[in-house]
């Protein structure tokens, strides 16, 4: 496979609390390659929309990107490296803040965020909106800057754009209210789009529209997508590849068909069973036991073993990391699970947990109700 257009390693993003650390984003590692869609999947709380964020240098304080290392097309958007003394420093070769917002975002890396309400300004016409984001980052006229914002309005599905043009958001549906915001997002004509659960507050019709749109205009231009959701659906329906997240880990790494075909890790084996299927008849639907425990005290060992359906006693002590599982001329398929780490011993014999005790917490987990991702 040639050289991705984005590669992440090893990217931690922590944010400062008076309560302690939170370890949002915690050593993640992905590429995305030219024209793919690449999909970033876990529940709330799983660190995908901060490490989209982080992508773009977008993380408000009290959150920092602490380590790692963010490329794009060969340029060092984040970096650290040791200095004389041993400790961690950005490396000299990053990127600038004026780089960043002049170069990068909007005109090579482009968002589209979960609620277009709150993207699009209530007192600005559509229109106008989108002829000024046109205007400020391609070399056009206000003139010509309208006829290409008339012509992305049509290319995305508005009908008679030169009339709703003149429109207000409020006087758009939700689903045409995101289609403006794809609108914007594709006008630079950006090599990556980063969609941040577009389709969630979506109704199913809608949506299934959407995501069709999305497709044929990815086809069409070949851009390439990081698509954020928490729904496997999505992910089956778009995605190529699959990035599964949880507790600021991605803990799975497939094709999208090994990752539904051939499931490795008992968390997303445990998505999987929630998640109603067309193909199946069930009598009721399988949640996942307990919900996800705080990032800013991440528990001992693997991070899921306290709602693990196949949790042993091992896996509180002994932390996996993630190995490729796929046979040696196939596409790497990995997971951090103990059970296929070649050099710990003792799974099996290993004593199970019982994860259904206590809405499965271990001792010490508590529930935030936090809705962040």
Request: contains cysteine; proline residues 6%; negative net charge.
């Amino acid at each position: 496979m040639s050289e991705p257009l984005l590669s992440v390693r090893d990217l931690k993003t922590q944010f400062f609390t008076e309560d302690g650390t939170v370890r949002a984003v915690d050593g993640i590692s992905f590429d995305v390659h030219e024209g793919e869609i690449v999909g970033l999947v876990g529940e709330s709380g799983a660190g995908k929309s901060v490490a989209t964020s982080s992508i773009l240098r977008l993380v408000d304080s009290p959150g920092e990107i602490v380590g790692g290392e963010i490329t794009f097309k060969g340029e060092t958007i984040f970096g650290v490296e040791e200095d004389g003394d041993g400790e961690l420093r950005r490396r000299d070769d990053m990127l600038s803040e004026t780089e960043m917002r002049e170069r990068i975002r909007g005109r090579e890396i482009a968002i589209i965020f979960q609620d277009p309400m709150e993207s699009l300004n209530p007192v600005f016409t559509v229109g106008g909106q989108l002829r000024e984001f046109i205007e400020l980052n391609r070399d056009l006229s206000a003139e010509e800057a309208k006829e290409e914002a008339i012509d992305m309005l049509r290319e995305v599905g508005i009908p008679a754009p030169e009339s709703r043009y003149d429109e207000y958001p409020h006087q758009f549906s939700g689903g045409m209210r995101q289609r403006v915001l794809i609108a914007m997002a594709l006008a630079c004509e950006p090599d990556l789009i980063i969609a941040d659960e577009p389709t969630t507050a979506l109704d199913v019709t809608v949506e299934g529209q959407i995501l069709e749109m999305v497709t044929d205009l990815q086809e069409k231009y070949g851009t390439s997508f990081i698509w954020v959701t928490h729904d496997m659906s999505v992910v089956a329906e778009i995605c190529d590849r699959v990035n599964v997240m949880y507790l600021g880990e991605v803990i799975e790494h497939a094709e999208v068909d090994d990752l539904f075909y051939e499931t490795k890790h008992p968390y997303t084996q445990a998505l999987l069973d929630s998640m109603p299927r067309p193909d199946e008849t069930v009598d009721e639907l399988r949640p996942i036991e307990g919900v996800m425990p705080e990032a800013i005290d991440p528990p001992s060992g693997c991070r899921f073993h306290s709602r693990c359906p196949d949790a042993r006693a091992v896996c509180r002590e002994v932390h996996p990391e993630p190995r490729d599982l796929s046979d040696d001329d196939a596409a790497p398929h990995t997971a951090a699970c103990v059970k296929y780490d070649p050099f710990e011993v003792g799974y099996e014999e290993s004593a199970p947990i019982d994860t259904t005790a206590g809405g499965g917490f271990s001792a010490g987990f508590t529930d935030t109700g936090g809705e962040s991702e």
